[in-house]
């Protein structure tokens, strides 16, 4: 794909080399023009490999990895006889590149391309924050393990009890970037026979490629958490055709999307803290009791098809009627392979489903009154995700009698399994409607003012299974006004109050419901026991409710615009907002945030602009904290 | 606990034609940048009865006797910090001749202050650009 990029890039571009040169003879006629550009950027010094995770400048920006880098531009435009043509490039490094073109016949047909290509530097989690409960035998201090993942390390009085948290990093002397690209194409024809006509095809290609860092995690690599470098490789393609058709006060458009997404990226693998040989415990790690490597940090291919209907009907001069409605379908593809069971649903593709439907009426009754009213329905299903599991029975003497540890894990060979199947259905199954309205009069030739109103009601399908309310209904009020004081001063006023009855909330998210802390009892006992699991000494006892989700919301703007003279202009903004949530056990959920700036731009003369500007950002929350146990 | 994040960002920017075909520019962007955790207040709560959580650890800490207790959180005064200083400044000149010819010169400062490093490490860094071409019109 990059080639044919390039190929076509270049072939644009010399088209319009070539266009440069015809109508270079031709120059007193002025119906084209240009520039060339020629140059080259210096970096004083260069990023170490500490800074390779730089954050402010360099994070976007390749061009700090070397001395010197070329800059390569140029544009051209050209207009004649119902012909337009326009070309644009900019190359610095071959990761810093801009490309883009236009050509217009006679506005019949309008072609339009746009590349551009960056690099991002990512972060290096060093993961120094994982060292809790691995004391090494003196107290000296917390034990990293560095990028051994050696168990052997791990014996004695290094770990007292079980409980360790630590972490590998396989990659430690990586740094992580992704160059992005992107290419964008649209042409559109207008039928001349048919003047309200309008076809357009779009579409977009982006590419992903590089290195990042990448996590393990399952059952027991949540405490001991393994890093690693992983190579990406990821596509994206959109085709979108459309057409636009408009006949007398009736506009419609109809539009397809068509989108593949492809990864071919590295497959990662681990074998949990180097277990090999060790398939005794390495088999207990996930529920297909097979030993070896255990998959992780996988992006499924997948597609998405969406189709949309948008009319617009002109009913009079004063009365306007709008409505689209919108499907789309998101497919998840790789569903077969050797690792079933951390993908899914066993042979089948997942599929999401939603549909939309939005409409509005406007009415504008006179030139001091005018009203919307509207309307959205909204539902989406999905598939459900079936799990099977195929579970090891509990070696002789467990849980009652007395097992020891060369029993509990005794060669898997001799082990008797049953299967275990289970159903999660998906949390966004829901519909919801909302219906709403805004009225804005101006009273005066300065003064406007604005009444808004809208309710919606949620209703989710899997509610019981994932421990979340029903039904949430929303109310929101807004009134505003517009204030032209003079032809200098201007005011923007606005207030906006939410009610939402229930807010999205975790029932079951902490331990008691008045919000101290209860008494953990530990795992029960049984240590070699199969069905031991945190249920129901931990997940049993969490009953009480949690959210970040607001139940009251009040959120008030002002905003000032101040041009005193000509040559000053001056704005001002302030906005603050107060959201609540009592409908949660233990302490209030509350949130503060104040946004505020003041900017201007001075011009004391036709050559000189001065201008600077101010902003203060400021948002905090109040909540309450659950602390997980991690009991290995 | 409260978690908080606060920004100041201050910009100026000069445009000046000193002559009719020679254009002078300089920006400034400054921020401050803060954000974490605190106010930890957990009561003590630390498992019983389980043969490994429950261990008695005083003889290698005695000031944290439960090898699993909560509150040993509250010792940490702040938690997620991050603090940062940010200047972006830029200064460029061009200049354009009669024949199309143009000179274009620009000067770029990124100085990044990584005053609280976490799990990233220092991300802080001051680097520089200049970038110089010349341009032909037509």
């Not at chain 1, 397809?256 to 803290?273: G, L, P, Q, S």
Request: glycine fraction near 8%; charged fraction near 25%; charge should be negative.
């Amino acid at each position: 794909m990059r080639k044919i990029t390039v190929f076509i890039l270049t072939a644009i571009f010399a088209l319009a080399i070539a266009g440069a040169g015809v109508v270079c003879a031709e120059k007193d006629g002025k119906w084209y023009s240009g520039k060339l550009e020629v140059g080259a950027t210096a970096i004083p010094e260069k990023l170490d490999s500490r800074e390779s995770g730089a954050k402010g400048g360099p994070e976007y920006n390749s061009l700090f990895d070397k001395r010197w880098t070329s800059y390569l531009g140029g544009n051209i435009e050209a207009m004649r006889d119902g012909f337009a043509f326009s070309a644009n490039a900019l190359y610095r490094d071959v990761y810093e590149q801009d490309y883009s073109g236009m050509v217009s016949l006679k506005r019949v047909i309008n072609f339009k391309t746009d590349y551009s290509r960056f690099y991002h530097r990512l972060d290096h989690d060093y993961m120094d924050n994982l060292n809790a409960h691995i004391f090494p035998p003196a107290s000296t201090g917390w034990k990293n393990w560095g990028s051994s993942p050696d168990l052997a390390g791990i014996s004695g009085g290094k770990t007292i009890g079980s409980a360790n948290v630590y972490h590998t990093d396989l990659a430690a002397d990586k740094f992580f970037g992704i160059a992005r690209a992107e290419w964008k194409n649209k042409v559109d024809f207008n039928i001349p026979l048919l003047p309200g006509l309008k076809l357009t095809f779009n579409h977009r290609f982006e590419e992903r490629k590089g290195d990042k860092q990448v996590m393990s995690n399952s059952k027991c690599l949540a405490c001991h958490i393994v890093s690693d470098s992983q190579n990406i490789h990821e596509t994206t393609n959109d085709y979108s055709p459309k057409a636009s058709l408009r006949i007398g006060t009736l506009a419609m458009e109809f539009s397809y999307m068509h989108r593949e997404f492809d990864t071919r990226n590295e497959d990662m693998a681990i074998v949990y803290n180097g277990l090999k040989g060790k398939e005794l415990f390495m088999n207990r790690l996930q529920y297909d009791n097979t030993t070896g490597e255990l998959p992780f940090s996988r992006t499924p291919d997948s597609t998405k098809d969406s189709f949309k209907g948008k009319i617009r009907w002109d009913l009079n001069a004063h009365n306007t009627f709008t409505a689209n409605y919108i499907y789309s379908q998101n497919t998840n593809q790789t569903v077969d392979g050797a690792y079933d069971i951390l993908m899914g649903k066993f042979g089948d593709e997942i599929d999401l489903h939603s549909n939309i439907v939005n409409a509005k009426f406007h009415s504008k009754v006179n030139r001091a009154f005018s009203f919307n009213i509207f309307g959205r329905y909204q539902d989406l299903n999905n598939d459900s995700v079936d799990i099977k599991k195929n579970v090891r029975t509990n070696p002789p003497g467990a849980p009652g009698g007395a097992v020891t540890l060369a029993e509990g894990y005794i060669d898997h060979s001799g082990w008797s399994y049953f299967e275990e199947e289970e159903s999660r259905p998906s949390g966004y199954d829901s519909n919801a409607y909302l219906v709403g309205t805004d009225l804005t009069w101006r009273i005066t030739r300065g003064l406007k003012f604005k009444f808004g109103y809208e309710f919606q009601r949620e209703k989710r399908d899997n509610y019981q299974h994932h421990h979340v309310p029903r039904s949430t209904k929303e109310h929101r009020l807004s009134l505003a006004s517009d204030w032209h004081v003079n032809h200098s001063l201007k005011f923007d006023f606005d207030y906006r109050f939410e009610y939402v009855d229930d807010p999205y909330v975790l029932k079951d998210a902490e331990c008691t419901p008045d919000g101290s802390y209860g008494v953990y009892s530990g795992l029960p006992a049984g240590l070699y026991d199969v069905e031991r699991a945190y249920a129901p000494a931990i997940y049993d006892e969490r009953t009480a409710a949690r959210s970040n989700m607001p139940e009251y919301v009040h959120e008030i703007m002002v905003k000032s615009h101040w041009h005193p003279v000509q040559s000053l202009s001056t704005n001002f903004h302030v906005k603050y907002r107060y959201a609540k949530n009592s409908d949660v056990d233990g302490r209030d959920w509350k949130q503060n945030m104040v946004m505020a700036g003041l900017g201007g731009v001075y011009m004391p003369v036709k050559d000189l602009v001065l201008s600077a500007g101010y902003t203060y950002m400021y948002d905090s929350y109040d909540s309450q904290y659950c602390i997980a146990i991690y009991d290995g | 606990m409260d978690y908080r994040t606060e920004a100041h960002t201050l910009n100026a920017n000069i445009a000046y034609s000193i002559l009719p075909r020679w254009n002078i520019s300089t920006n400034v962007a400054f921020t401050i940048g803060h954000g974490n955790i605190t106010d930890l207040d957990f009561a003590s709560m630390y498992p019983t009865g389980d043969a490994k959580l429950d261990l008695d650890v005083s003889a290698v800490n005695p000031d944290m006797p439960h090898l699993y207790d909560v509150a040993y959180l509250n010792g940490m005064d702040k938690y997620s910090d991050l603090d940062y200083k940010e200047v972006d400044f830029s200064i460029g000149t061009s200049y354009q001749m009669d024949n199309g010819i143009g000179l274009n010169l620009n000067y770029y400062l990124y100085y990044f202050d990584d005053e609280d490093p976490y799990v990233y490490r220092d991300q802080g860094s001051t680097t520089q650009m200049l970038m110089g071409y010349v341009s032909y019109s037509f």
